[in-house]
């Protein structure tokens, strides 16, 4: 079992900034692969940005450029910083973590004001 609990996010004007953090009961660089999913009401999960041990990140399209993925590996704590942040932004953020099966975290509000 790997237990996900994130925290960061919160309410900012469009064009801020936010860093959400997720911290696992595991060994992160164990895991295949962990990432940031995010959902708006009304529509369906999409993956934000994700990290696959050993090959590399990647991204959705809309938000290269502005949103960074990164792994404190000391720490158990995978990281995403959010730069330029538009309303379009705003949904509940989950952690995942793929190792034999899914795993995700409670999810943290995230709301960008115009």
């Known amino acids: 079992q790997v237990q996900l609990v994130e925290s960061g996010g919160g309410l900012v004007q469009a064009g801020g900034s936010l860093r959400l953090s997720c911290a696992a009961s595991?060994?992160?660089?164990?895991?295949?692969?962990v990432g940031w999913y995010r959902q708006a009401p009304g529509k369906q999960r999409e993956l934000v940005a994700s990290?696959?041990?050993?090959?590399?990140?990647n991204y959705a399209d809309s938000v290269k450029g502005r949103f960074t993925i990164s792994e404190d590996g000391a720490k158990n704590t995978v990281y995403l910083q959010m730069n330029s942040l538009k309303p379009e932004d705003t949904a509940v953020y989950f952690c995942?973590?793929?190792?034999?099966?899914?795993?995700w975290g409670q999810g943290t509000q995230v709301t960008v004001s115009s």
């Open positions: 595991g060994s992160i660089f164990s895991f295949n692969v």
């Open positions: 995942y973590v793929f190792w034999r099966t899914n795993y």
């Open positions: 990290i696959t041990h050993p090959v590399g990140t």
